[in-house]
């Protein structure tokens, strides 16, 4: 008794209380490198062995080999810009179907277009075309019940990725990104898009972003419907096979038109594929890199190769919101890189008239990427998202053509100027910069 007394006094507090208080420290340590530092996650500079024009046999066979996807040829890409020409082509589409509708986009939301897209959805299924709707447990929060109510009585098949239950805890703030619409196994449509107003018009206000999709037939629907298909499998238990959503032709691909690659990646751990392929496409750059995204958070690696090219002499042109965008924290997060950025022979833009949301990369007017992905760490990190690596000049020349209108529609920023902007906007950048790993 005596010696537990002198125990006790010596120490202070009993070794178990000690031992917990030791452990919760460890934790919170943990928990702070986790949310604010990128210590063992990545390397800090990511360099291909080599580095070939975007064009060359074996710049194509390194992309699709590292991101073990295939390389098809075959099919047509059409760019859709904004809600005014992207929403038409979709409802024609889905009231064409015949056999099978296969859809996922992260957000769904209450107003016109839900009614739209859901009563066009709801008419197929009830002529008998199978019809299934993965959505979003984080991104469908405002769907509206009665809607979703109405297309599961109307023998829609609905599911819900990762609702908040036990069991999925640890994997919650992994969200399903993708952008993945499928018609009959033929057409598809991928891109920065989703069942909301906000996509309404033709960018005219600040309440219709600016925004794209692409309209794909054959093979690349291949591609979209393999971006589909595991997560609908995690979601439902339903693996879905068959002619009417994998066409034998479509997944062999033929002799003409655009050669593509499809990346839909769940990233892990140790495994971020995007990561990768944004980085060969970036190192591949002889003449012009031009980058289109809405959150502009990147990693170091990223971001070191893009300014390299940038010192090679390479035309790099970044493209970004303004203060219209949707998330603030994260503007000011991206500004924290601009003058590194700008040093290195960057160009940066900001998108002025409205919430700029559009997601491209276009390599020497030949290489294009589209898809869900932004440049951040939580599309490379976190979220399950997909895009299509394209190989077709008439495709980029499209895309370039739009990234030019919307720089008239953008302010340059000019590095002098900028590096005069206040102190206040400085320590915003910094603060708002050390979330980077959650962005």
Not at 203 to 225: I, Y
Request: charged residues 25%; hydrophobic residues 45%.
């Amino acid at each position: 008794m005596a010696r537990n007394e002198a125990v006790k006094k010596k120490h202070g507090y009993p070794w178990w209380l000690e031992t917990l208080a030791a452990i919760g420290a460890a934790a919170t340590i943990a928990v702070i490198i986790t949310l604010f530092f990128s210590v063992g996650r990545r390397p800090g500079h990511l360099v291909p062995t080599q580095a070939p024009a975007v064009d060359a046999p074996e710049f194509l066979a390194a992309v699709a080999g590292t991101a073990g996807t295939p390389l098809r040829k075959g099919g047509t890409i059409h760019l859709l810009n904004n809600g005014v020409e992207f929403f038409p082509s979709l409802l024609q589409a889905i009231r064409a179907a015949k056999r099978t509708i296969t859809f996922t986009v992260y957000i769904w939301e209450a107003g016109q277009v839900s009614d739209q897209v859901s009563a066009a959805l709801i008419e197929r299924a009830t002529a008998g075309v199978e019809v299934r709707v993965l959505l979003d447990s984080m991104g469908s929060l405002h769907a509206p019940g009665h809607t979703i109510d109405a297309m599961k009585k109307a023998g829609v098949k609905v599911e819900t990725f990762r609702p908040l239950r036990l069991g999925k805890l640890t994997r919650f703030h992994q969200r399903n990104h993708r952008r993945a619409i499928v018609i009959d196994g033929e057409i598809g449509f991928t891109g920065g898009m989703a069942v909301a107003d906000k996509w309404l018009g033709d960018a005219d206000s600040k309440e219709h972003w600016r925004d794209t999709m692409v309209k794909v037939t054959g093979p690349p629907a291949a591609s979209l419907q393999s971006a589909f298909a595991p997560l609908w499998a995690y979601a439902s238990g339903e693996i879905i096979a068959g002619r009417t959503f994998f066409r034998p032709d479509n997944v062999a691909g033929d002799e003409g038109g655009p050669l593509h690659t499809g990346l839909p990646s769940s990233p892990s751990s140790e495994d971020h594929p995007l990561r990768l392929f944004f980085v060969q496409s970036f190192a591949a750059a002889r003449e012009r890199l031009y980058i289109t995204t809405p959150y502009f958070v990147p990693d170091e690696g990223t971001r070191r190769v893009a300014e390299d090219r940038a010192r090679a002499g390479v035309d790099v042109r970044i493209l970004l919101p303004d203060d219209h965008t949707d998330a603030k924290p994260i503007r000011l997060a991206s500004q924290r890189y601009y003058e590194e950025m700008m040093e290195a022979g960057i160009r940066v833009y900001e998108y002025q008239s409205t919430m700029m949301h559009t997601k491209h990369v276009i390599v020497d007017g030949k290489w294009s990427i589209v898809g869900s992905a932004n440049m951040d760490i939580r599309s490379k990190e976190l979220n399950m998202e997909n895009v299509l690596g394209i190989l077709d000049a008439g495709f980029a020349s499209e895309l370039e053509a739009a990234f030019r209108k919307d720089l008239e529609k953008a302010k340059e920023i000019k590095l002098e100027e900028w590096r005069r902007r206040g102190v206040i906007h400085r320590v915003l950048e910094r603060i708002c910069a050390l979330f980077a790993e959650q962005y």
